[in-house]
């Protein structure tokens, strides 16, 4: 944490030039300008006492290694001089000068910022009077990667993006594909595309409520909230061999059937939820300090939500009910029986059961699922056409999943053809004829958009993805601003941003 | 696996394709080594004859009516999705109709995101906006061109305030300066970096791995399909 204080040297309304200098590991100096509303058109001079001085010559260290002293190389520069330091001289100092107003980082490595997210904060006393989210730490050029990997390695990426709803990625991925080649993809296999879906959908709404619930002290919802992830991440594990970074949905289908136990494992984890997600209800919804915390703050009321192009449970939890599964559906969610949910409150108290009751209704199209499976048991999973389904028919052996050992007798003792065809999609990939889309799913947090463009060749030439995290961290300013520093955590949390997806 | 015909092939770029696209692998008629030198045209979007169907041409008709310029007949329609080329003097004109006429009303400008087709002279770079009405339950997408040499293109903030980082995030990634902007900076690259990683001649950097007696190129040297 990094602190910018003022000088008491400055006068009071003279042209005022902070600098902003972070001191990380890394020595990374991030250098900002602000002049005070009030400060007369005087320009300032920014250079440096000594031009052979480096940047780092400012951090408060090695100044008074120097022997010079913070307050007289601030003096002579007019300047805000910041740097880290042990929090008790920081404040002995504040308090010295008598001035409420502090620069304060929070993150890119605080606790409560879901991930990489950097807030800068102005504070009036404890008021925050201005908030500026900075990202892109976790930024993994996913969408460039993809520019040179085939159109079914894609899936591999994506997933990666929101690793707390990696499924939401692959398929809104696999739908921009299919679009482009007209593909239809067999119905077990939409059904498994839901499944994996609004389970994940609890899984993530469950981090979302636990780590909230944690910020502001309710630790026990975070443990019996990552109690029941864990659920259905073994149910996730079971099915194609992975916790998360799973690569289960692929262009044309998914990656494999449910394994002989997965009905039976599918309905004790129905089961376990319906035992224990009234949990949620019991611990929170009337818990006096939960709601002290929550209700009321972060508004951001339906103008708003459509001036920054807010989506999701923030966007419900302002009153309007628009779901993508049921006014743009895909994978068929318009055979399934679930209501939209809102809340009338707009704020953080009012995500909060949003997402808790979006989680019956994901268990209510889970169950419709289970059934669906019950009676499709045997059905292909994959597109039945050799020039864009994975070949191989995985299937789980001995040694692990893998290709089936009918499929690898075939390739390798009686059909040449079968190994040149099996080589050259695993190989070079299917082409994708040439074109644009933009494919939109309703994912845990809000529309998940993917904007595909292929040149005609066997890998996508731009892949674009809109990620609601990356949207919805624009409107922080609005939700924090004029509120208290200890609602920034509560507010951020509501928008349950994952940087993964937001830095991509 | 690829449609090409060895006529195709060898065609050079013309009004359908923008350039070949050529590579090392692929299946030439009669080939089996997988050797074949695959080559397919890169695809260039053409604009679809009247009528489109549906809501299209009558959303079309209404936004030619309302903004002075825009040709009618431009709009592409695939997949069920209608993309409009605007050109940038038009940009904001044709958000501000898009978003207010009652018969439009897309209120939502839900991503930008930026192409780049470095084989498109004059009109290298693309801003592709993604629109949605939540009104009327409809998507549409704007596609405005600017050149490499002058990546100028009108901000669309001031009508859709939602547009801010992706606008951001489109200069980071491709260099299209956003005039208007309130403040166009680096989003998701360090403030100091040089360059734009998206665009298609960015090198990509990579070192070539080594194994026991042997290399792998950096992935942009690698074999190409």
Known sequence: MSVVSKSPADPPDGPAEAVVVTVGESAAVAVEAETTAESAPTPVDRTLPDEAAPVEALVLGAVEEAGDGPAAVTQYLNQYVASGGDWDEVVAAQRERGDETFVVNMGPQHPSTHGVLRLELELEGETVSSIRPAIGFLHSGIEKSMEYKSFAQGSVFATRMDYVAPMFNEVVYCLAVEKLLDLEVPPRADVLRVLVMELNRIASHLVAIGTGGMEIGALTVMTIGFREREMILDFFEALCGTRMNHAYVRPGGVSIDLPESGLSQLRTVIEWLHKHLPEYAGFCNQNPIFKGRMQGVAQLDLTACMALGVSGPPLRAAGYPWDLRQDQPYCGYQDYDFDVITWDTADAYGRFRVRQQEMWESLRIVEQCYDKLESSVGQPVMVDDPRFAWPGDLTVGPDGQGNSLAHVKQIMGSSMEALIQHFKTVTEGFHVPGGQVYQAVESSKGELGCHLVSDGGSRPYRVHFRDPGFNHLQAVPALCEGGMMSDVVVAVASLDPVLGGVDR | ?225
């Open chain 2, 1 to 225: 696996m690829t449609t090409t015909t060895s006529d195709a092939i060898t065609a050079p770029a013309d009004d359908q394709s923008l350039a070949v696209s050529q590579g090392m692998w692929g299946a030439g008629p009669g080939d089996v080594s997988g050797f074949g030198g695959q080559r397919h045209p890169v695809w260039r979007q053409q604009p679809t004859p009247r009528p489109y169907g549906g809501w299209f041409d009558a959303a079309v008709d209404r936004l030619a009516e309302l903004v002075e310029g825009l040709d009618p007949d431009g709009a592409s329609l695939a997949h069920g999705e209608l993309t409009i080329p605007v050109p940038k003097e038009l940009l904001l004109a044709v958000a501000r109709a898009a978003r207010d006429d009652p018969a439009l009303r897309f209120e939502v400008c839900v991503s930008v995101s930026g192409v780049h087709y470095p084989d498109d002279p004059g009109r290298e770079l693309r801003s592709v906006y993604h629109l949605l009405s939540i009104t009327h339950n409809r998507r549409l997408r704007l596609e405005v061109a600017a050149g490499q040499d002058d990546p100028k293109i009108p901000s669309v903030t001031a009508v859709y305030p939602m547009a801010d980082w992706h606008e951001r995030e489109t200069w980071d990634m491709f260099g299209i300066e956003y005039t208007g902007h309130p403040g166009l900076t680096r989003i998701l690259m360090p403030d100091d970096w040089a360059g734009h990683p998206q665009r298609k001649d960015y090198p990509l950097g990579g070192v070539p791995i080594e194994f026991k007696g042997a290399q792998a190129p950096p992935p942009d040297q690698r074999r190409s399909y």
